[in-house]
């Protein structure tokens, strides 16, 4: 008899068993992933890692819905992991920018401190407030950015002012002997940043899709030292918003150590592309980049 019941015990559902299992299945360990499973999240983050890269911005926009969608990751983990990642994204592309010398020591500090303390509020903000809402006006926003930089395809032409106390005049040569000559419109430039690093922490991006076009269309930087500059602030922007992350139990590291993997060999490879396209056509491609991630955002608010 004793036997019997025991048995059925076994067969019965046990809410406290099936609450551990769905846990599970939202926050898969790396011991739960196959093979193949672990080869093709490096290659997705090595893909992501190229356009990252290319286009001076985290990759948050394809990791964060593909750890969800197919790893099974609740988003507030998926974006905290992809946090973390973007802190390899950042550092690799700064090194392969930093050989070409076509990053702006100057206007990059001074956009981090605005960024920094926007990242750690928008990775606490993710704990307090709904994102769909916010996502779906987010990407009506980037959509609007992207129009604006296709038809403003003029290289330079958004540069800042005649000449004052808060307008740079700045040259920059790079490896290559290349010359940039540019005014840099400070004031609206260093506001609007603070929302690149508030996207960075509450969306799980680099922020670089708020900084970019920041950076081009404000405060007059030519486009191929936007997106290396972008990428240089994005080291201060990520380690704040990571760190927020970490603190609130967002990260799970296995799958970090993965993406990181994946990351630094294709943010290599997108740094030479960017190198060889002219500004025109960085533009468009960044331009296609924000509608995609644009829409997206507006779809999923809608379904």
Same mark, same amino acid.
């Given at each position: ?28 360990? /790396? ?215 970490? /603190? ?53 608010? /809608?379904?």
């Amino acid at each position: 008899m004793f036997l019997i019941q025991g048995f059925q015990n076994n067969l019965s559902p046990n809410p406290l068993r099936l609450n551990n299992q769905a846990r599970r299945i939202k926050r898969p360990g /790396l011991r739960g992933m196959s093979p193949m499973d672990s080869i093709g999240l490096v290659v997705l983050a090595f893909l992501v890692g190229i356009a990252s890269s290319l286009m001076g911005v985290g990759g948050g926009f394809v990791i964060v819905p593909a750890l969800a969608m197919i790893y099974g990751i609740d988003p507030r983990s998926a974006v905290g992991t992809s946090s973390l990642m973007i802190v390899f994204t950042a550092i690799s592309s700064t090194v392969a920018y930093a050989m070409q010398r076509r990053i702006d020591y100057r206007i990059g500090p001074l956009m981090a401190l605005g960024t920094v303390p926007g990242g750690i509020l928008g990775a606490y903000a993710t704990s307090l407030v709904k994102s769909k809402e916010l996502a779906a006006l987010f990407g009506i926003f980037e959509i609007a950015i992207a129009l604006r930089m296709a038809i403003d395809s003029n290289e330079g032409a958004r540069e800042g002012g005649r000449g004052g106390r808060w307008v740079w005049e700045r040259v920059l040569v790079d490896s290559k002997g290349e010359v940039f000559r540019y005014r840099i419109n400070l004031p609206p430039a260093l506001a609007m940043s603070f929302f690149g690093g508030l996207a960075s922490g509450f969306f799980g991006i680099g922020g670089g899709a708020v900084l970019v076009p920041v950076m081009v269309l404000v405060a007059g930087i030519p486009m191929h030292l936007a997106v290396a500059t972008s990428m240089f602030i994005m080291i201060f922007t990520s380690i704040s918003a990571a760190a927020t992350h970490v /603190l609130l139990g967002n990260v799970l590291l296995e799958y970090s150590i993965l993406l990181a993997i994946g990351i630094i060999g294709g943010t290599q490879i997108g740094a030479k592309v960017a190198r060889r396209l002219r500004a025109k056509w960085l533009r468009r491609v960044f331009g296609l980049f924000l509608i995609f991630i644009g829409a997206r955002m507006v779809i999923s608010y /809608l379904l």
